[in-house]
């Protein structure tokens, strides 16, 4: 069995899907699922703290070093070297996501022992099968591959032929970053299709694209998706209400902007787990386009995955609404916010709430 290297997240989910986590012997800092990859050597690191950072921050830092040439992510050399992988999966699709191109290149020539390269550069539903088909036939587990694959693409194409009987498909946006705005691109608007949607805004099959807030207002979605590349299910109710809660900093014209679209109107505004069901195009994926089915048509169809996945944003407190019993109570001279509220928040603000619901992050 082959010694695998993974830098994508995505790929390390695949490899565990096949049943080869053993040979799994380093991966990034991201790797996170399933639970056991945590425990693997990691291999490449984030140069950025964007835990602590907030979206515009990090969009800033990010084109700043991109455009000064430099890396988003650090690879050590002398532990990958130590490894002495036989294969390394990684990518070419966004040097945002991941190491790719060039600086692939030049850690390889470090190595003493030249591993064979799997390039996973999907921009569809079909070319992420196609990458878990390359990697069975690179460690021998075709069958196995084709078996995921086939289970996979039937439950697409069953929801696919319930999807087509409805009479209507809401206008729906992704949006894959906060500030700035930015439209999901490559596989996702092919997920809302399949799942009941119309997106116009979306870049099917290519990059993400920004949009301004007056296109998005010309738009007018019925139901908004918040789902920011590389966050999960906390972190992106974090970040929504850094930028559109009560006290943001947020410029007010863009506040006002969110709050009048019709989505937000009609209480229809859902922030996703992006990193498990979304931006990483793995097996979930599958997963996330039922979670988009039952989000842009919640009559007709359930959703039996994971409670944290999603959640629905509560738009009354994001709006700056509160009552004293129900979110919270005074103690002497202080306000203790209830569980039920921070509930709703939907995130561990890490202060040490008397009725934290969360494990702190």
Same mark, same amino acid.
């Given at each position: 069995?082959?010694?695998?290297?993974?830098?994508?997240?995505?790929?390390?989910?695949?490899?565990?899907?096949?049943?080869?986590?053993?040979?799994?012997?380093?991966?990034? $800092?991201?790797?996170?699922?399933?639970?056991?990859?945590?425990?693997? /050597?990691?291999?490449?690191?984030?140069?950025?703290?964007?835990?602590?950072? *907030?979206?515009?921050?990090?969009?800033?830092?990010?084109?700043?070093?991109?455009?000064?040439?430099?890396?988003?992510?650090?690879?050590?050399? %002398?532990?990958?070297?130590?490894?002495?992988?036989?294969?390394?999966?990684?990518? &070419?699709?966004?040097?945002?996501?991941?190491?790719?191109?060039?600086?692939?290149?030049?850690?390889?020539?470090?190595?003493? $022992?030249?591993? %064979?390269?799997?390039?996973?550069?999907?921009?569809?539903?079909s070319e992420i099968f196609d990458n878990l088909r390359d990697l069975g036939a690179a460690v021998g587990q075709m069958?196995?591959?084709? *078996?995921?694959?086939?289970?996979?693409?039937?439950?697409?194409?069953?929801?696919?032929?319930?999807?087509?009987?409805?009479?209507?498909?809401?206008?729906? +946006? #992704?949006? %894959?970053?906060?500030?700035?705005?930015?439209?999901?691109?490559? !596989?996702?608007?092919? =997920?809302?299709?399949?799942?009941?949607?119309?997106?116009?805004?979306?870049?099917?099959?290519?990059?993400?694209?920004?949009?301004?807030?007056?296109?998005?207002?010309? !738009?007018?979605?019925?139901?908004?998706? =918040?789902? @920011?590349?590389? +966050?999960?299910?906390?972190?992106?109710?974090?970040?929504?209400?850094?930028?559109?809660? /009560?006290?943001?900093? +947020?410029?007010?014209?863009?506040?006002?902007?969110?709050?009048?679209? @019709?989505?937000?109107?009609?209480?229809?505004?859902?922030?996703?787990?992006? &990193?498990?069901?979304?931006?990483?195009?793995?097996?979930?994926?599958?997963?996330?386009?039922?979670?988009?089915?039952?989000?842009? $048509?919640?009559?007709?169809?359930? !959703? &039996?995955?994971?409670?944290?996945?999603?959640?629905?944003?509560?738009?009354?407190?994001?709006?700056?609404?509160?009552?004293?019993?129900?979110?919270?109570?005074?103690?002497?001279?202080?306000?203790?916010?209830?569980?039920?509220?921070?509930?709703?928040?939907?995130? #561990? #603000?890490?202060?040490? #709430?008397? $009725?934290?619901?969360? %494990?702190?992050?």
């Amino acid at each position: 069995m082959p010694r695998i290297v993974s830098f994508l997240p995505s790929a390390s989910e695949m490899v565990c899907a096949l049943g080869l986590e053993d040979a799994l012997v380093g991966v990034t $800092h991201e790797c996170d699922y399933p639970e056991l990859v945590k425990r693997k /050597p990691v291999v490449v690191r984030n140069v950025l703290p964007i835990e602590t950072m *907030t979206q515009s921050e990090i969009d800033r830092a990010v084109a700043k070093r991109l455009h000064e040439g430099q890396s988003l992510y650090q690879i050590d050399e %002398e532990l990958l070297a130590s490894l002495a992988p036989d294969l390394i999966l990684t990518q &070419n699709l966004c040097q945002v996501c991941a190491p790719s191109g060039n600086e692939v290149s030049q850690v390889l020539k470090a190595l003493p $022992h030249k591993p %064979e390269i799997l390039w996973m550069t999907p921009q569809s539903l079909s070319e992420i099968f196609d990458n878990l088909r390359d990697l069975g036939a690179a460690v021998g587990q075709m069958e196995k591959a084709e *078996t995921l694959i086939a289970g996979r693409g039937a439950r697409l194409e069953e929801l696919k032929s319930e999807t087509s009987k409805l009479a209507y498909r809401p206008r729906v +946006f #992704c949006m %894959e970053w906060l500030d700035p705005v930015y439209a999901c691109g490559h !596989w996702v608007p092919e =997920m809302v299709k399949i799942a009941g949607g119309t997106d116009e805004i979306g870049s099917d099959g290519g990059e993400s694209v920004r949009v301004s807030w007056e296109r998005l207002a010309e !738009w007018a979605p019925e139901v908004l998706v =918040m789902m @920011p590349c590389g +966050f999960d299910l906390q972190q992106t109710m974090k970040q929504i209400w850094q930028h559109f809660g /009560p006290y943001s900093s +947020f410029p007010s014209e863009n506040s006002a902007a969110f709050f009048n679209l @019709p989505a937000v109107r009609q209480d229809r505004v859902y922030a996703v787990d992006a &990193n498990s069901y979304f931006a990483r195009p793995g097996p979930r994926v599958v997963d996330g386009t039922e979670l988009l089915a039952h989000l842009i $048509h919640p009559e007709s169809f359930a !959703w &039996n995955g994971p409670a944290d996945a999603y959640m629905k944003v509560d738009l009354n407190s994001l709006r700056g609404s509160f009552a004293e019993e129900r979110d919270y109570y005074r103690d002497g001279e202080a306000m203790v916010f209830t569980a039920s509220y921070l509930q709703r928040r939907g995130y #561990c #603000c890490g202060s040490g #709430c008397r $009725h934290c619901p969360y %494990e702190v992050q």
